[in-house]
């Protein structure tokens, strides 16, 4: 366990902590001007002196994030679905769907606002525009490689149609589907800046802004800690999705089920049953 | 007979212009063990299908326990090569797949999965999930769901074929203890010849082009039986016919 931990979790962050390290010695001794590039306590401290008003920007992202991944997610999951279920649907729908990926991101912003205001909508709709792609294609995949003699031992039993899609081919879809949320997650946070980008009204109002504002006031520190703070959103919520998938498939690395109330309760039964 | 469990009357059954299976005619005897050998595209696996009523048949009749089950599903245990177990689910959760896909899960269910694991010797395994057995202990779990489906007739499609000779002679033993307690009416394919004889009361020889049954041969090796079957004359005998049947000449 502790072994486990030590490779989990403390080297990542010693590679995060010699990469900053690395930062710090190349402006040191190429003598980088701080208005080019900033140290990265300089760049840290320049987001925590300005906490106060930062913290509400920060939270608004990873609200736009959250939602607008969970709505692509439901989203991606259903086209996949629907895709995987009827193949009419399946040449109807993908058409649209990959020509929506091809629509550069940074042009929906302006329709989006005529369509939703300047409000947190049109950046949910830009995230979980580009987070549904991702899902949609690996659940698809996921379900039509469902091993088709399982679904033939389905049938033998006598199992009907909504049932096997339940208990065979949504878990077998696990991996794939997880495969699709991982790099919808990666996404996301990227979704959400490209939102405030294209749908925000005054520099105040968004993450995205106060960094673009930041710039053209040349404080170059606030701008490399504003892109710290995304980058940390987006790390957080990719683990947050990861930590998901290992709770979700434990049969993944364990030998033997853990003990779940629910058994725990039968195993009394049977016990009393044998005396 | 009365005592047929399964009747198939002229079921026959093509692909296009192949015909798999030539109109066929057998009666199965309830409680007995019949192997069926043949080589590959000799129309097994399409007997076996139509007969668990995955595939309908062309014509002809299918009857189980004088009921006509033609061309539906639900009537039968039905095993493969392949273990198909699902990884997401622990031994016992597997034992239980198919009420899983039929219905709720009932502690009947359950407490019928833990006694037939503890009964062949799987007990110490049930909460332990598939990838953490061997072949030989996935193949047994596979059979324990294809058993407590309380069907009367199993439908084992090469169930041993992907195992090594050894845990094969095992399996085989285990099976015959396992048919033997619970008098279940076994359908075996195989393309082992040795084991076809050793496991069964009868012998169903099929050959391709079409695929039909070419021969029908009772099987007079007296049980129980051990390994020193293997060299029994009555053994010899019987499998040697069924060579000359499977590969021509001499017989």
Redesign the interface.
């Known amino acids: 366990m502790r072994r486990t931990v030590l490779r989990n979790v403390a080297i990542p962050l010693l590679s995060i902590g010699l990469l900053l390290l690395l930062w710090q010695g190349i402006v040191v001794v190429f003598d980088v001007k701080s208005y080019i590039a900033p140290r990265p306590l300089a760049a840290i401290q320049a987001v925590t002196d300005n906490w106060g008003l930062l913290w509400p920007l920060i939270l608004g992202t990873i609200r736009e994030t959250i939602y607008g991944f969970f709505y692509g997610a439901l989203l991606g999951f259903g086209f996949g679905v629907i895709m995987a279920k009827s193949s009419f649907l399946h040449r109807l729908v993908y058409p649209v769907l990959v020509l929506s990926q091809g629509v550069p991101i940074i042009a929906l912003g302006a329709p989006l606002v005529l369509i939703l205001g300047f409000g947190v909508t049109p950046k949910i709709v830009i995230v979980a525009w580009i987070v549904f792609f991702p899902v949609t294609v690996n659940v698809l995949a996921g379900l039509s490689h469902v091993?088709k003699?399982?679904l033939?031992?389905?049938?033998?039993?006598?199992?009907?149609r909504w049932?096997?899609f339940l208990?065979?081919e949504i878990?077998?879809s696990?991996t794939p589907l997880f495969a699709g949320l991982k790099i919808g997650a990666t996404y996301a946070v990227t979704g959400a800046i490209i939102g405030e980008l294209a749908s925000s009204s005054s520099s105040g109002e968004s993450l995205a802004l106060y960094q673009q504002h930041a710039n053209s006031n040349f404080s170059t520190a606030a701008v490399y800690g504003v892109t710290m703070v995304m980058t940390v959103i987006g790390i957080s919520w990719f683990m947050l999705v990861v930590a998901s998938e290992v709770l979700a498939?434990p049969?993944q690395r364990?030998?033997?089920?853990r003990?779940s109330l629910f058994?725990a309760r039968?195993d009394v039964?049977?016990a009393t049953?044998d005396q | 007979m009365a005592n047929d469990l399964l009747q198939l009357r002229d079921v026959g059954k093509s692909f296009g212009a192949t015909l798999a299976l030539e109109a066929t005619s057998l009666d199965i005897e309830d409680g007995s063990f019949v192997a069926i050998v043949g080589p590959s595209g000799c129309g097994k696996s399409t007997l076996f299908n139509v007969i668990a009523g995955l595939l309908k048949p062309d014509g002809g009749d299918v009857r189980l326990d004088g009921e006509l089950v033609t061309g539906t599903a639900g009537h039968v245990g039905y095993m493969l090569q392949k273990d198909l177990l699902l990884p997401w689910r622990t031994v016992e959760d597997n034992i239980t797949m198919a009420a899983r896909l039929t219905r709720r899960v009932t502690n009947d269910d359950r407490d019928e999965a833990r006694r037939v694991a503890r009964q062949y010797g799987l007990g110490e395994f049930l909460r332990y999930y598939p990838h953490a057995l061997s072949g030989g202990m996935r193949q047994r779990v596979a059979f324990m769901r294809t058993l407590v489906t309380r069907h009367p007739l199993l439908l084992l499609d090469e169930p041993f074929g992907a195992l090594d000779a050894q845990t094969r002679l095992e399996m085989q033993q285990w099976l015959l203890q396992v048919w033997k307690d619970t008098g279940r009416t076994v359908l075996f394919i195989t393309h082992d010849v040795d084991e076809s004889i050793f496991l069964s009361d009868r012998v169903l020889v099929m050959s391709p082009r079409p695929g039909r049954i070419v021969a029908d041969l009772a099987n007079p090796v007296a049980r129980p039986r051990d390994l020193d079957v293997l060299t029994d004359p009555q053994f010899v005998a019987l499998k040697k016919q069924i060579l000359h049947l499977l590969h021509g000449g001499g017989g």
């Open positions: 091993d003699d399982l033939n031992l389905a049938r033998v039993y006598g199992a009907s049932r096997t208990q065979i878990p077998a696990t498939t049969w364990r030998t033997v089920a003990r058994h039968d039964n049977a049953s």
